[in-house]
Structures are given as structure tokens and as C-alpha cells.
């Protein structure tokens, strides 16, 4: 009996190039780590969050401790949000993103290569694809998402 190999999923995530990033002038670079991984940009912006964006898009963590702290971090400079489309696109920029702490990051990784600290490590991205879907609604109308032909760098 044949099995067939798993289908893999074209997904879409919510990255943000935090404001270390731009501040740091690497978000070039950090753009070519996600098209490197097979990762296509599908919308992208870049914003000052006002405390009241940064609040909303962070309330699930309301109750921690670094809720504050984050929010202002947030909201001290630009951000570039955007939504990356690719298979597994969830648990792939993840991937390429590195630990949240970047002293526990992989080599390579974009918080190992480019991050400051645990809260200015420079990208945030979804965790399952229900917050995918709600945190890319959270910056995007779905008319802002574009489909386009991409062959990709793998």
C-alpha cells in the first residue's frame, strides 16, 4: 500500500520588522532572509503605531508583566507589517525568525543575526494560522492582498 507523501499548505502570515530594525537599516536584509526561505510578500506597509493600534494588536497580553514596555517599543518608531504567503508559512518564518530571546536564537536565524534583546529582536510573527488570520485582518483588508506569479529562491 502507497502513502502519499503530506500535502503541504500554502499559508499566509503576519510579519512586522520591528523599529530596531529599521533603525538598525538591516530591514533589507531581513526582507531577503523571508524571500530566501520561500516566503513571498503578499501586502506590506510601513506605520507608526499609535498606542492605541499598538494596545489593540498586543491585548492578548494585556495582563503580562512587559505589556507596557512592549506597547511603548512598539510605538517608538516605524514598523513594516506585511503578510508573507508560502507552504507552511506559519511554522516557516518562525523558523526563520529564531527564538524570541535572540541569545537562544539559531545561527542565521533573523533574531540571532540582527536582534538587540529579547523585546527589540527585531520581527514579530504569528504563531498558528487562527492569529495569522486575525492579525493580518488586524493591518489588512483582504483587497490589499495581492496574488502575483513568484518562482521564488529556495
Known amino acids: 500500500m502507497l502513502i502519499a507523501p503530506p500535502t503541504m499548505a500554502i499559508e499566509r502570515t503576519l ?11 538591516v530591514a533589507g536584509k531581513i526582507l531577503s532572509k523571508f524571500e530566501e526561505a520561500g516566503l513571498k510578500p503578499v501586502a506590506m506597509k510601513m506605520l507608526h503605531l499609535t ?20 506597547c511603548a ?17 506559519v ?4 523558523e526563520v525568525m529564531g527564538a524570541t530571546n535572540p541569545a537562544n536564537a539559531a545561527e542565521g536565524t533573523i533574531r540571532k543575526l540582527f536582534a538587540k534583546s529579547i523585546e527589540a529582536n ?11 488570520r486575525m492579525e493580518i485582518a488586524y493591518f489588512f483588508a483582504q483587497t490589499d492582498l495581492v496574488r502575483y506569479e513568484w518562482t521564488g529562491r529556495k
Open 51 to 70: 498606542q492605541q493600534e499598538a494596545e489593540g494588536f498586543y491585548a492578548v497580553h494585556r495582563e503580562r508583566p512587559f505589556f507596557k514596555s512592549l
Open 73 to 89: 517599543y512598539m510605538t517608538s518608531g516605524p514598523v513594516i507589517v506585511q503578510v508573507l504567503e508560502g507552504e507552511n508559512a
Open 15 to 25: 510579519s512586522i520588522l520591528k523599529p530596531d530594525a529599521l533603525q538598525s537599516a
Open 91 to 94: 511554522a516557516k518564518n518562525r
Open 122 to 132: 527585531s520581527v514579530h510573527g504569528s504563531d498558528s494560522t487562527e492569529n495569522a
